[in-house]
């Protein structure tokens, strides 16, 4: 399996032939993506039904109720039901599925373990399992059972063959202050004025998700213009989330009451700005520059000399692109290894050139050449 772990390339944006970049079908999750065309999404987000199971009324220690999920589209006869319904809207989803494609779907104890055994047995390959620790859960009013704070979600590939998959581990890697983003999200339930209400002021949809999450799964595993799909829109978090990030959305929605709120909700949205949006572009796939095309350039001049942040190393840059520092001569990696009496070293960030400003990193020298390179 291949990934493509070091975020999106720099491309230009995928038109979309006059069709509306975020749109609501209302129907059955399963007879409308029937009529998606095959391997046509790049990431499918699925909240479906969790088959809570209620016995009856959730009421708090004071008898006030509880306004808990009791809808009729939670509610199935059996888990043979609920397994034939999950086996059938999962096998729609992996045939629109593009190879490179990814899928998230959420749940809780009561359905996740199921959906989970499904899809493997389906041929899709589980990447990671993701714990969205709830900051703010219910409390457990009973008193019988630990507290439900948190939710799982499967990130799963097509299939275990799946090649290019994508990945942006430098971009979140970049937003955590360098460190390597965890399996554990530790995120607040959907609450205030990003809750949507009815006219009687109550929450319209009664598991309605937190932007924020669904914005870190889009950032992790989409790129801008990409087609995002949720099987169960609901309330549209989704959507909104996707249109604000740039990327095209199809809902499918079978409530007529729910699909209107959603559309009302994303119509509010504006899309980013180009710059915020912009593709994260990492060393290894930025374009190829030599040491020499900077002599060629004039950036530096043969005979300069290079020296380290702290001036205790110098070495003479040769007109063919080499540096000599003392008996040694080879590339500006190869002496800064040198230089430190180490194995390896990156000289773009090692080695700096004297300026009337100061020191200049002679990787500063590298990117004017690549942004030429860009225009």
């Known amino acids: ?10 491309r230009a944006a995928r038109g979309v032939s006059g069709a509306p970049s ?30 809570l199971q209620l016995q009856g009324d959730l009421k708090r220690p004071d008898d006030s109720h509880v306004d808990a999920v009791t809808d009729d589209w939670d509610k199935f006869d059996s888990f043979k039901t609920y397994d034939a319904f999950t086996r059938d809207w999962l096998q729609a989803c992996k045939r629109v599925l593009k190879p490179a494609g990814t899928i998230w779907v959420i749940g809780s104890y009561h359905n996740i373990f199921r959906v989970g055994t499904i899809m493997q047995d389906l041929g899709f390959w589980i990447l990671n399992d993701v714990i969205w620790r709830k900051s703010n859960p ?7 059972r630990f507290t439900n704070a948190h939710e799982t979600m499967i990130w ?25 983003v965890r399996s554990d999200w530790t995120l607040p339930l959907c609450t205030g004025d990003e809750r949507l209400k009815g006219k009687d002021g109550k929450k ?3 598991t309605q998700k937190p932007e924020a999450l669904l914005a870190r799964v889009i950032l992790s595993s989409s790129r801008p213009d990409d087609l995002v799909l949720d099987p169960f829109n609901g309330t549209g978090t ?26 009302k909700r994303i119509a509010r949205v504006k899309p980013l700005e180009a710059p915020a949006l912009a593709p994260f572009m990492t060393a290894r796939e930025a374009p190829r520059v030599p040491f020499a095309a900077l002599i060629e350039r004039g950036l530096i001049k043969p005979g300069a000399k290079l020296v380290d942040g702290k001036k205790r190393h110098k070495a003479l840059v040769r007109a063919d692109g080499a540096v000599t520092l003392g008996d040694n001569v080879g590339s500006i990696h190869k002496m800064g290894a040198v230089a430190q009496g180490l194995d390896a070293c990156n000289g773009w960030t090692f080695w700096h050139v004297e300026t009337p ?13 690549r942004a030429e390179m860009d225009a």
Do not use: W
């Open 238 to 263: 989704t959507g909104a989330v996707a249109k604000h990030l740039g990327r095209r959305y199809i809902g499918i929605e079978r409530d007529p009451k729910y699909a209107k709120a959603a559309e």
């Open 204 to 206: 319209l949809h009664p």
């Open 357 to 369: 400003k100061g020191l200049k990193l002679i990787d500063e020298l590298r990117a004017k050449i």
């Open 1 to 10: 399996m291949v990934v493509s772990r070091r975020g999106p390339p720099q």
């Open 22 to 51: 975020s749109r609501i079908l209302v129907g059955d999750c399963v007879s409308e993506l029937a009529k998606l065309p095959a391997s046509s999404v790049d990431l499918v987000f699925a909240d479906p039904p969790y088959n």
């Open 138 to 144: 219910m409390p457990n009013f009973r008193g019988r």
């Open 156 to 180: 799963a590939s097509r299939d275990a063959s799946a090649k290019g998959y994508t990945f942006n581990y430098e971009v979140l890697k970049a937003g955590n202050e360098d460190v390597q």
